[in-house]
């Protein structure tokens, strides 16, 4: 395809918007059309530090580039001793000019800080602050605002007043980093309320309230919710999702320690019919409630990401706060269309339940079930040719010497599958008979008593090779992170996989092992114990 006709042209775009760089710089030696478009595609974004923003501006107007840009990453970072405060100044302004004299193209707008994480400088505050200002004043029709990676300490009064102001936003990405207060809760609910009729996402997080909540509740094309770690209400959930439950596709609830048992309950297909993405990590529900969600009743058709933790301790005397096996059975049953499942914390799991999830789901991707809810780092012990990394101390030791990362949620970390938008036109019902994988043929196995699992020095369950007995229907496994000691029936089992590149584990033999790395050579093990 030489792109010497609009259609082919068009499509060339299309593809060329889903390339990385390197892919980029290939196309370019292709022929005249494939370089202009290719580099028509390269220039849709400018990244560079706020001092570099009007040299940048002026070389793309040089180019004839300045109509292709879409989005702008700026860096706010505060260069100590580059530039005196007034030259400092002047070049935030003559940016800002700058930008407020192109044509409206530029749609999508990321801040960040390289330094954010750390405490700040009256320096940076300052510089940063007046750089966000300067910028929101200058862009009027943005649709994006990512300032998930700048620290909320920016927000003083002249950039709280001016976030204000942005009209027509259809994905806002709040800030995670520094202490987030009531000042910054009450900016996000007026920037949420300005843009409620455009909005399509909202990563608030832990800046979410209540008010808030009602405010999305006028949001007719809200799509997905992030409100990890906010303290909104039952009453709050319950309201929005009887309004706007039946369009969201995303809703991330993990830390929301105010939720009870009177809201979660609702969240049911009934409720949610569209629902992608389902995040209820550390949320104080027991067992009756997840078994309400995944019940006979309970088909998601649609759910391709599901994560759970019991926040309640197992040493809790309230033993029925945990994922036993009929969930995972229910789970294996009623979500066939899973790519997904991180499971943390959840002591009521033996090997008939993991054999339930292995067995039924075939479009699974990315597995993590881990008894512990707080898991050590691994450390990487062989960077060379092979790939090959195995942890060798206990898991009582944290084997990371890197603090920055939290220990109890290492694992909960571990970035999901890209999730593509799913088709809406064709009605749910038409698509259940289509969405169940085919019937497994892997032979039946009785169940293994729950006294006769194997545990740890510490009395801890671990899984067994019986866990694979009925087999892993799944062909392809990005990540599979499984509490349990690997043997030679296991690495027999795992051979007949197309595709693993990521294996977690408390044990693995020496042997299996071996069988491991010969199927799988760039396959990354990480295990605590090799025997």
Same mark, same amino acid.
């Given at each position: 395809?030489?792109?010497?006709?609009?259609?082919?042209? !068009?499509?060339?775009?299309?593809?060329?918007?889903?390339?990385?760089?390197?892919?980029?710089?290939?196309?370019?030696? *292709?022929?005249?059309?494939?370089?202009?478009?290719?580099?028509?595609?390269?220039?849709?974004?400018?990244?560079?530090?706020?001092?570099?923003?009007?040299?940048?501006?002026?070389?793309?107007?040089?180019?004839?580039?300045?109509?292709?840009?879409?989005? *702008?990453?700026?860096?706010? $970072?505060?260069?100590?001793?580059?530039?005196?405060?007034?030259?400092?100044?002047?070049?935030?302004?003559?940016?800002?000019?700058?930008?407020? $004299?192109?044509?409206?193209?530029?749609?999508?707008?990321?801040?960040?800080?390289? +330094?954010?994480?750390?405490?700040?400088?009256?320096?940076?505050?300052?510089?940063?602050?007046?750089?966000?200002?300067?910028?929101?004043?200058?862009?009027?029709?943005?649709?994006?605002?990512?300032?998930?990676?700048?620290?909320?300490?920016?927000? +003083?009064? #002249?950039?709280?007043?001016?976030?204000?102001?942005?009209?027509?936003?259809?994905?806002?990405?709040?800030?995670?980093?520094?202490?987030?207060?009531?000042?910054?809760?009450?900016?996000?609910?007026?920037?949420?309320?300005?843009?409620?009729?455009?909005?399509?996402?909202?990563?608030?997080?832990?800046?979410?309230?209540?008010?808030?909540?009602?405010?999305?509740?006028?949001?007719?094309?809200?799509?997905?919710?992030?409100?990890?770690?906010?303290?909104?209400?039952?009453?709050?959930?319950?309201?929005?999702?009887?309004?706007?439950?039946?369009?969201?596709?995303?809703?991330?609830?993990?830390?929301?320690?105010?939720?009870?048992?009177?809201?979660?309950?609702?969240?049911?297909?009934?409720?949610?019919?569209?629902?992608?993405?389902?995040?209820?990590?550390?949320?104080?529900?027991?067992?009756?409630?997840?078994?309400?969600?995944?019940?006979?009743? !309970?088909?998601?058709?649609?759910?391709?990401?599901?994560?759970?933790?019991?926040?309640?301790?197992?040493?809790?005397?309230?033993?029925?706060?945990?994922?036993?096996?009929?969930?995972?059975?229910?789970?294996?049953?009623?979500? #066939?269309?899973?790519?997904?499942?991180?499971?943390? $914390?959840?002591?009521?799991?033996? +090997?008939?339940?993991?054999?339930?999830?292995? $067995?039924?789901?075939?479009?699974?991707?990315? *597995?993590?079930?881990?008894?512990?809810?707080?898991?050590?780092?691994?450390?990487?012990? +062989?960077?060379?040719?092979?790939?090959?990394?195995?942890?060798?101390?206990?898991?009582?030791?944290?084997?990371?010497?890197?603090?920055?990362?939290?220990?109890?949620?290492?694992?909960?970390?571990?970035?999901?599958?890209?999730?593509?938008?799913?088709?809406?036109?064709?009605?749910?019902?038409?698509?259940?008979?289509?969405?169940?994988?085919?019937?497994?043929?892997?032979?039946?196995?009785?169940?293994? #008593?729950?006294?006769?699992?194997?545990?740890?020095?510490?009395?801890?369950?671990?899984?067994?090779?019986?866990?694979?007995?009925?087999?892993?229907?799944?062909?392809?496994?990005?990540?599979?992170?499984?509490?349990?000691?690997?043997?030679?029936?296991?690495?027999?089992?795992?051979?007949?996989?197309?595709?693993?590149?990521?294996?977690?584990?408390?044990?693995?033999?020496?042997?299996?092992?071996?069988?491991?790395?010969?199927?799988?050579?760039?396959?990354?093990?990480?295990?605590?114990?090799?025997?």
């Amino acid at each position: 395809m030489d792109g010497s006709s609009p259609a082919a042209a !068009a499509i060339i775009e299309r593809v060329i918007s889903f390339l990385g760089k390197k892919e980029l710089i290939a196309c370019k030696t *292709l022929n005249k059309t494939w370089l202009a478009l290719t580099t028509s595609q390269s220039a849709r974004n400018i990244d560079c530090h706020i001092t570099q923003l009007p040299l940048r501006i002026a070389y793309y107007r040089r180019k004839g580039l300045l109509t292709t840009v879409r989005s *702008l990453t700026v860096d706010l $970072g505060y260069i100590d001793g580059y530039l005196s405060a007034p030259a400092y100044e002047r070049r935030i302004n003559n940016a800002a000019m700058l930008l407020g $004299g192109l044509p409206a193209t530029i749609r999508h707008l990321k801040l960040h800080m390289p +330094d954010a994480r750390t405490i700040l400088s009256n320096s940076e505050i300052y510089f940063g602050s007046m750089a966000l200002c300067q910028l929101l004043s200058a862009l009027s029709r943005l649709i994006t605002l990512d300032l998930s990676d700048c620290p909320v300490s920016l927000l +003083d009064t #002249p950039a709280s007043s001016q976030l204000g102001n942005i009209m027509g936003l259809k994905t806002i990405r709040w800030f995670s980093l520094g202490r987030n207060d009531m000042s910054s809760a009450a900016t996000l609910y007026h920037l949420v309320s300005a843009n409620s009729q455009s909005l399509t996402a909202l990563y608030g997080k832990s800046d979410i309230a209540d008010k808030t909540l009602q405010a999305l509740c006028t949001a007719p094309n809200l799509r997905c919710l992030d409100a990890s770690g906010s303290s909104i209400s039952d009453d709050a959930l319950l309201e929005l999702v009887e309004t706007r439950g039946s369009k969201l596709r995303e809703l991330v609830l993990s830390d929301c320690t105010s939720l009870t048992r009177r809201s979660i309950s609702h969240l049911v297909p009934k409720a949610l019919p569209q629902l992608a993405s389902l995040d209820l990590y550390n949320v104080m529900v027991t067992t009756d409630t997840y078994q309400g969600l995944f019940n006979e009743q !309970a088909h998601w058709p649609y759910l391709r990401d599901l994560k759970l933790k019991a926040a309640i301790p197992h040493t809790s005397p309230r033993h029925d706060s945990l994922v036993n096996d009929d969930i995972l059975e229910a789970i294996g049953q009623n979500c #066939p269309r899973l790519v997904s499942l991180r499971l943390f $914390g959840c002591h009521g799991i033996t +090997d008939n339940g993991l054999s339930s999830i292995l $067995g039924n789901l075939g479009y699974l991707r990315e *597995l993590v079930v881990m008894h512990s809810a707080s898991e050590p780092t691994p450390a990487t012990r +062989d960077n060379t040719a092979s790939a090959t990394v195995s942890a060798t101390r206990s898991p009582r030791q944290p084997l990371s010497a890197d603090n920055s990362t939290s220990d109890n949620d290492f694992w909960a970390d571990i970035p999901s599958l890209p999730r593509n938008a799913l088709s809406q036109q064709q009605p749910l019902q038409t698509r259940h008979r289509s969405l169940v994988s085919p019937p497994s043929t892997a032979p039946s196995s009785p169940r293994v #008593p729950d006294g006769d699992a194997p545990r740890t020095e510490n009395g801890q369950r671990i899984f067994t090779s019986h866990a694979l007995h009925r087999g892993v229907r799944s062909r392809r496994f990005n990540l599979l992170n499984l509490d349990m000691e690997y043997d030679s029936v296991c690495a027999e089992h795992l051979a007949k996989l197309s595709h693993l590149h990521i294996l977690c584990g408390r044990m693995i033999t020496r042997h299996a092992k071996s069988l491991i790395e010969n199927q799988f050579p760039k396959c990354k093990m990480m295990v605590w114990n090799i025997d």
